[in-house]
């Protein structure tokens, strides 16, 4: 049997931010925005990064892109350690992974028309020859939803929506393999997020397309991702298919975000795990499970052992005291 | 010859506006206005407000934008009505107008009225036309709000303290100033955040989750009879969110307050909401109690708006999607708004827009479709 194909792996990667203070910029500190994180994306497939803000998950994505330097760890894409490769030689790496941002009003240039904006990067790298440039342009507009005599108009024009087609367009463009989607319809309504959920739900069949979705809107996350990452302070917490950890969520973190999300339904029993306070801050973050301050099931060996990641089968990772090695 | 009518009509739009800016300063420059005016009766005494027929329009240059177009709903003392739709449908002018917060004179009141319960004084008043000096003791004292985003309703250069104090000196002007700090310390104990120097700490050195406790705290400073709440937890994270929601909802039992709270999130009201508005382009769509509106839909948009939304735990290959997008608010046509994005679209739907028709006694929704059927049953 032949084995299934990674297009992401990610091991023990740690992105640690310096703190300065002083005259002479002396490091006080560390945040440790992303604190040995692993995992795997298999081809064709989504993995829903989720956790509140300021976990790290942006910071992760970033760092997978090499948008940030990464401190320590390896990152893997369609088998080339991004870790490794030269500054010069990153270019050519880049057409086959992309990213689409957050907010569609300020990730597009206002000066430049539309065409421009989705083919600078078509015409920079070489993707298509000068002849067929236009037509291409306009093709991957299409696939997107937007309409050809749009190419010469600028963004303002657009609404929220119709900007976040123009972000994956461009990012389409390139022909990826991998895309970093952090939070692309958190800033939209709801009835605009469905229509771009859809788009890229097609897109992905299409093109076999795979995606790291960032979003903290985890009904978003249960629809459109295969396997599922919980994030807390710089750590995954828990990893697993969706299947597995929407059915059976083990981490004490985990279970209290899922309870937390309202429920559209007025008869909807509420039976919340309300967390007290708020995330510690990354640059001083708890010693043990970083979850402990909070934990309602914390144990004495919490305060003084990080978990290890634990295996609970078919691929349930869980980082908790609570759970043994299967 | 294109340029010169779009020019001519910029032009127009300028004289309109002028005459309608020279108005509303008249207005405003008023010294005495007589009581009779503003005084006004309730339609019905349960209730703590009352939206009638409520127009706020937006004189812009490049035409008149209608905000908010002929709203009517009430608000039972005690009860939390949520008011729902997607950004620009003119839930959050509805709230300023309330507040007596427009930004005139390119913002007014244009027809309507909104009627209050003051029970303080046993009168019940209109706020579109009440004068700013009675305005005054009204705003913050009895109805208060809780602003959007945390970070940007508080000053960053000020203290906690000195936040709270100055609301609370302004609005109880007899209290000692040992007084006033006890007071503040209250109401940070009410939204539980009270620990020792806390009225020292600056905004930004709160996390996100206090911050909008602390607006909280502000705004129940003068024990109000209404709270409108605008987007109170679109800021925050889910964990945060359900804090607050459980906050806001012990509070609204503590103080027996009324709410009046403005969101787009659909799980959010169900949650909270005792009755829901639903609103588009300016319009009630729909309204009725939650039972109503989340277990028998009648309006197209609010099933699609219900639809498009994923739940938690429920498995579908597709989402439904509502097609287009919401209409210019700009010249709006005269049939109904929602007709270019419906799917159920009927011949009477070409006509004029659809009166609010009454499915039950509570529910009520705007469309040729449910008038049809409520004729039949």
Avoid: W
Avoid at chain 1, 2 to 16: I, N, S
Avoid at chain 1, 250 to 255: F, G, K, M, S
């Amino acid at each position: 049997m032949a084995e299934e194909k990674y297009v992401v792996e990610v091991d023990h990667l740690k992105k640690y931010f310096p703190i300065k203070s002083g005259i002479l910029q002396k490091e006080i500190g560390a945040v440790r925005a992303v604190d040995d994180v692993s995992f795997r994306i298999k081809e064709g497939e989504t993995f829903g990064l989720v956790g509140e803000s300021g976990c790290g998950k942006s910071t992760l994505g970033r760092t997978l892109l090499r948008l940030i330097e990464p401190t320590e760890g390896t990152v893997k894409i369609n088998g080339i350690d991004m870790t490794s490769v030269k500054k010069k030689d990153l270019r050519p790496l880049r057409p086959s992974m992309q990213m689409i941002f957050q907010d569609p009003f300020s990730s597009l240039d206002p000066r430049m028309p539309v065409g421009e904006i989705i083919g600078e990067a078509v015409r920079e790298h070489g993707i298509v020859s000068k002849s067929e440039y236009r037509d291409y342009i306009l093709k991957v507009m299409e696939d997107c939803g937007l309409r050809p005599y749009y190419i010469d108009r600028y963004p303002h024009e657009f609404s929220g929506g119709q900007r976040q087609r123009i972000c994956i367009a461009r990012a389409l463009a390139l022909n990826p393999s991998f895309i970093v989607c952090d939070e692309p319809v958190s800033a939209l309504d709801v009835s605009i997020q469905a229509q771009i959920i859809n788009l890229m739900k097609d897109l992905q069949k299409e093109r076999k397309l795979t995606y790291l979705f960032i979003s903290h809107d985890l009904s978003v996350v249960e629809h459109i991702s295969d396997s599922i990452g919980v994030m807390y302070l710089g750590t995954m917490m828990e990893t697993g298919s969706k299947e597995d950890i929407f059915a059976k969520p083990l981490h004490p973190y985990t279970q209290a975000l899922f309870s937390a999300v309202p429920v559209a339904d007025p008869d909807h029993k509420m039976d919340r795990i309300l967390l007290e306070g708020d995330i510690p801050s990354p640059a001083n973050p708890p010693k043990g499970c970083k979850f402990h301050t909070r934990c309602k099931h914390c144990m004495g060996i919490c305060s003084q052992v990080e978990p290890e990641a634990k295996d609970m089968g078919n691929g349930h990772i869980v980082k908790c005291h609570l759970y043994d090695d299967k | 010859m294109d340029k010169n009518t779009q020019k001519a009509r910029l032009k127009s739009i300028k004289k309109f506006n002028a005459v309608k800016y020279k108005e509303y300063n008249k207005k405003q420059r008023r010294k005495r206005i007589p009581e009779s005016e503003y005084m006004t009766t309730m339609a019905d005494d349960h209730n703590i407000l009352e939206f009638d027929n409520l127009r706020t329009y937006f004189y812009t240059d490049a035409g008149t934008v209608k905000a908010v177009d002929g709203v009517s709903f009430q608000i039972p003392r005690g009860a939390t009505i949520g008011v729902v739709g997607e950004s620009g449908c003119g839930k959050s002018v509805t709230s300023l107008t309330t507040m007596g917060l427009l930004a005139g004179p390119t913002g007014q009141v244009a027809g309507g009225s909104i009627r209050y319960n003051q029970k303080s004084q046993n009168r019940a008043v209109d706020l579109t036309k009440l004068p700013r000096k009675e305005f005054e003791k009204i705003r913050g004292n009895e109805i208060s709000m809780i602003f959007q985003e945390p970070m940007t309703a508080l000053n960053p250069v000020f203290t906690i303290g000195d936040q709270l104090c100055e609301c609370i000196s302004l609005h109880m002007p007899e209290l000692k100033k040992d007084e006033v700090e006890a007071r503040a310390l209250e109401v940070l104990e009410l939204v539980g955040i009270k620990r020792e120097g806390i009225l020292n700490n600056y905004p930004h050195e709160l996390s996100g989750g206090m911050r909008q406790r602390v607006v909280i705290a502000m705004a129940l400073c003068c024990d109000p009879q209404l709270i409108i709440a605008d987007e109170p937890t679109t800021a925050l994270d889910v964990t945060i969110q359900a804090q607050i929601l459980d906050l806001l909802r012990n509070l609204k039992d503590k103080i027996n307050a009324s709410i009046m709270l403005i969101t787009h999130d659909l799980g959010v009201v169900a949650e909270m909401a005792d009755y829901v508005v639903v609103m588009y382009a300016g319009r009630v769509v729909e309204q009725g109690t939650a039972e109503d509106i989340f277990h028998h839909p009648a309006h197209p948009y609010t099933i699609g708006l219900m639809k498009s939304k994923p739940m938690l735990g429920e498995k579908i290959d597709r989402l439904y999607s509502i097609p287009g997008n919401v209409p210019n608010p700009i010249n709006l046509p005269e049939h109904c708004y929602f007709k270019n994005r419906c799917e159920s679209c009927v011949e009477a739907c070409e006509g004029l827009y659809p009166e609010l028709v009454s499915l039950s006694k509570t529910h009520k929704v705007s469309c040729y479709l449910c008038g049809k059927k409520g004729g039949e049953n």
